[in-house]
């Protein structure tokens, strides 16, 4: 379960596959997934245009950018960035 840093009124969703190398398991930043939306904020989702909220149905499938990662990304050799949750865009 991922957390969600956007305008259009999600909150949670489920990644159900990672883009990239076959045998890869574990998203790091700058990867791109494949999420099922589970959770809105409804007083956000409320406030969009119709055309719009048909993309963001619950269990509708889109693709994610992940932003923020629990697990360590080394960025130079011994500089280390961590989280505390994992979200997505």
């Not at 991922?2 to 009124?9: E, F, I, M, Y």
């Not at 596959?17 to 939306?37: C, N, Q, R, T």
């Not at 889109?62 to 130079?76: D, Q």
């Amino acid at each position: 379960m991922l957390k969600v840093t956007d305008k259009t009124g999600v909150i949670l969703v489920q990644c159900i596959k990672v883009f990239g190398p076959i045998k890869k398991h574990i998203a790091y930043l700058g990867d791109v997934v494949l999420v099922s939306k589970k959770k809105f904020n409804v007083k956000k989702f409320s406030a969009l245009k119709t055309k719009k909220k048909r993309k963001f149905l619950q269990g509708s499938l889109s693709r994610a950018l992940v932003i923020r990662t629990k697990v360590n990304y080394c960025r130079n050799p011994g500089v280390f960035i961590k989280f505390n949750e994992n979200t997505v865009v």
